[in-house]
Structure formats: structure tokens, C-alpha cells
């Protein structure tokens, strides 16, 4: 079992930047494959970045160049990267681990979820 917090959301002027952590538990993570996803308003859960345990990384075109996933398997935590933000970013977001540990773009694809966290960036 994981279970996964996320923190570091938060209001933000449009170019401006912000870095989310997803903090993990259970003695597995390194071995996961992480991902983010996103959900704005009255729209569905979208992918935006992954990372397997080996550290390749995979992003959605709406947020290559602008965001950087990354992970720390020593503090067992997810980042998140945020830079350049547009109101179109703006949404919850979430992490997700999956026990296979190569990458996924897909949500079902994944076996454990945070909370989310709230993203807004103001225009």
C-alpha cells in the first residue's frame, strides 16, 4: 500500500512559477513509476508528466519546456516543476503511483492517487 500527500499548490500570477511535492510512504517508491495528472473544472483528469524509476521522463505537449518532473527516491517524494504558468494550467492536481515501474500516460494505468492540490494562475 502507498499513500500519497500533496502539497505546494497554490495562487499565482500568469508567468510566474510553482513546485509541487508529492510525499510518499512505504519502502516500494523507488521502484514506481510517478506521474501527474491534472483536473480542471468540468473537465476530465488529464495527463501531464511521468517519470519511471529509472528517471525517464515523459510530458504532455501542453507542458513540454514549461514543466520538470523529478524525484528524490532518498526522501521518497514527487516533484513538480511549474514554470511559465498560464490560466490554462489551472486545476487540481494530483500524483499517482504505478507498481509497474515504467511509464504510463494513462490514469487507469495507475494504482495509487493522492488528494490533489489547487493550482489557480490568475491572467
Known amino acids: 500500500q502507498v499513500q500519497l500527500v500533496e502539497s505546494g499548490g497554490g495562487l499565482v500570477q500568469a508567468g510566474g512559477s510553482l513546485r509541487l511535492s508529492c510525499a510518499a510512504s512505504g519502502r516500494t517508491f523507488s521502484s514506481y513509476a510517478m506521474g501527474w495528472f491534472r483536473q480542471a473544472p468540468g473537465k476530465e483528469r488529464e495527463f501531464v508528466a511521468t517519470i519511471s524509476w529509472a528517471g525517464g521522463t515523459v510530458y504532455a505537449d501542453s507542458v513540454k519546456g514549461r514543466f520538470t518532473i523529478s524525484r528524490d527516491n532518498a526522501k521518497n517524494t514527487l516533484y513538480l516543476q511549474m514554470n511559465s504558468l498560464k490560466p490554462e494550467d489551472t486545476a487540481v492536481y494530483y500524483c499517482?503511483?504505478?507498481?509497474?515501474?515504467?511509464?504510463?500516460?494513462?490514469?487507469?494505468?495507475?494504482?495509487?492517487w493522492g488528494q490533489g492540490t489547487q493550482v489557480t494562475v490568475s491572467s
Open positions: 499517482a503511483a504505478r507498481s509497474s515501474g515504467f511509464v504510463h500516460r494513462e490514469s487507469y494505468a495507475y494504482n495509487y
